[in-house]
């Protein structure tokens, strides 16, 4: 009887085969991460005008410290009190231009919504995740009385409006009938959104 010399051989021959359609699985079902942005649209390019006086208050300052603090108008703030800040200060009317403003029409506050600057100023090492929740308060606040008049003026809320006539999908004619209704309310409640040189802690 005849004995076979050595352990038996392994067809390695499918290997490759096998180690590719695993690559190509892992490469399909595995997801990757990606970091949270901000939508911004930046405006037109237009000439410098070298008389623009902004008067201090006009300004709504927002300070972010390391620790994810906020400084309001020099005042230690709540994240959650942070839109209602922002509503007063861009819906107070001061100098009674405004007609459809419904704030407090403090003259030692905003004069009209067409000077309100919000100026958001950050630490260095503060945390993305607190900065991009600022933000999304502050945009909050503009959409906020956005809503208000667009329901005024036409029944629906600015933020379904405008999603509209971003929507490529959108008809022409009614994206042609949005655009003016868009622009009008954004005339009324320009946001005028500032970021101030970044700083760094000692």
Do not use: H
Not at 85 to 97: H, I, P, S, W
Not at 123 to 136: A, M, P
């Amino acid at each position: 009887m005849s004995r076979r010399g050595g352990p038996p051989e392994v067809n390695a021959g499918s290997m490759a085969d096998i180690a590719f359609l695993l690559l190509i699985f892992f490469l399909v079902t595995t997801t990757i991460e990606t970091d949270a942005g901000l939508d911004r649209m930046l405006p037109p390019m237009e000439p410098p005008d070298e008389n623009v006086v902004i008067k201090q208050k006009n300004i709504f300052t927002v300070n972010i410290n390391k620790s994810g603090q906020l400084l309001v108008e020099e005042e230690l703030t709540n994240l959650k009190d942070l839109r209602k800040k922002a509503v007063a200060f861009l819906d107070n009317g001061g100098d009674g231009t405004c007609n459809y403003c419904k704030g407090r029409r403090d003259e030692s506050s905003s004069d009209n919504p067409t000077k309100a600057i919000i100026s958001l100023k950050n630490d260095r090492e503060t945390k993305y995740g607190t900065y991009i929740t600022v933000q999304n308060e502050l945009v909050g606040a503009y959409n906020e009385l956005r809503n208000r008049e667009a329901q005024r003026l036409f029944g629906r809320d600015f933020t379904d409006m405008e999603a509209e006539y971003l929507n490529p999908e959108t008809p022409s004619s009614i994206r042609d009938d949005l655009k003016d209704k868009v622009q009008r309310i954004q005339d009324l409640f320009p946001q005028k959104l500032s970021e101030a040189e970044t700083s760094t802690s000692n």
